[in-house]
């Protein structure tokens, strides 16, 4: 079987050996590749263990698998023999016949029924159905300009649901102990959206020396963006009057307890009053800065300057009662609710 070298001496194989040699080695790598996944859906028919896994995986050289089409197979009748698939249910349906009883701890009792319920009146509501009351004071405080001294107030208080609420709003000034002037509004407000109320009412006004005005009032407060906060009410008065009341203000954070807050108010009237010293258009201005400090959220110390300014014929009855057309106020005082 196999023959001398003469030159060197080294045994070699007759060529005709080693052909078939080769060509037994090439069918041995062949057949494998087949062999291996014939036995792999025998496995799978007979849910038996995994099919054996070689040291080197084998290739199945010469074949194009790119030829390989299997569109003509029926890909619905590639089931698992043996698995009744009709039998197996999903998620729904009724529970179990073991299944725990959702009331077996309940002893036969149930919510807002029997002996242990409680009475309408005690009964269970949500936050924003119930009422509510507060009052809040956004400025107390001692005014000083053109060496006299004041104090004035700004405040509401309000009953009712996170809907809708009965409010006092009462602003004015008093010196010497009297109650130099005053604006009362009786109003009712109502929520329209997440950060808007609505204000339907009555306003009363008084002076000293002058006649009681009364005034119906609508208008609208709330916070716009950017964190200011607007109110906006229009009055119509008897004999025609009209008034326009607008006001701002915003929060700036120093530190958490520490703020600014920049504040402005305008008034328009439609008509002259000259009991009242208004005139007609833009009437007056205020523009205000208040430095405070948050000791608690109910007890709010401050300092501040404002800036007020009559316009048009307004200035004009000013100048006449011998009163400036412009000043400039300090202010120390308090915001508190409760």
């Known amino acids: 079987m196999k023959t001398m070298n003469d030159t060197l001496g080294i045994p070699v194989m007759n060529n005709q050996l080693k052909k078939k040699f080769l060509a037994m080695a090439i069918a041995t790598v062949g057949v494998m590749p087949v062999l291996a996944y014939a036995q792999t859906h025998a496995g799978h028919a007979g849910h038996t263990a995994a099919p054996p896994v070689t040291s080197t995986p084998a ?19 590639m089931g698992m023999p043996g698995m009744d698939h009709g039998d197996m249910q999903m998620q729904g349906g009724s529970p179990p016949p073991d299944a725990r009883d959702p009331d077996a701890y309940s002893d036969g009792y149930v919510r807002n029924a029997g002996k ?6 005690d009964a269970l509501i949500m936050s924003d159905m119930h009422n509510f009351g507060s009052v809040n004071f956004d400025r107390l405080e001692y005014v000083r300009a053109r060496g006299e ?7 509401e208080a309000w009953y009712g649901s996170t809907y809708n609420r ?15 002037e005053s604006e009362t509004q009786l109003l009712w407000r109502h929520a329209v959206s997440t950060f808007w109320d609505t204000e339907l009412g009555f306003r009363f006004d008084h002076g000293q020396g002058v006649p009681n005005r009364e005034w119906l009032a609508f208008g609208f407060k709330g916070l716009a963006p950017y964190w200011f906060e607007v109110d ?4 119509v ?17 120093l530190t958490q307890k520490l703020y600014l807050q920049p504040s402005v108010e305008v008034n328009f009237y439609g008509k002259d009053d000259e009991r009242w010293g208004i005139g007609s258009g833009l009437t007056d201005g205020t523009a205000g800065l ?28 000013a100048q006449a009662a ?11 005082g308090l915001s508190f609710r409760f």
């Open 59 to 77: 290739t199945a050289s010469g074949m194009d698998h790119g030829s390989m089409n299997m569109s003509d197979k029926d890909h619905g009748s």
């Open 116 to 121: 242990y319920a409680l009475p309408p009146s």
């Open 149 to 155: 001294e004041w104090a004035a107030y700004e405040g």
């Open 166 to 180: 009965a409010v006092i709003k009462a602003e004015g000034e008093v010196a010497s102990g009297k109650l130099q």
């Open 232 to 235: 906006a009410t229009a009055y």
């Open 237 to 253: 008065g008897s004999s025609g009057r009209t008034a326009l009341e607008l006001k701002a203000e915003y929060d700036i954070l």
């Open 290 to 317: 208040r430095l405070k400090y948050e000791v608690t959220r109910q007890f709010v110390p401050y300092v501040g300057v404002e800036w007020s300014s009559k316009f048009g014929k307004t200035a004009d009855y």
């Open 322 to 332: 011998g009163d400036s057309k412009q000043e400039t106020r300090f202010v120390a």
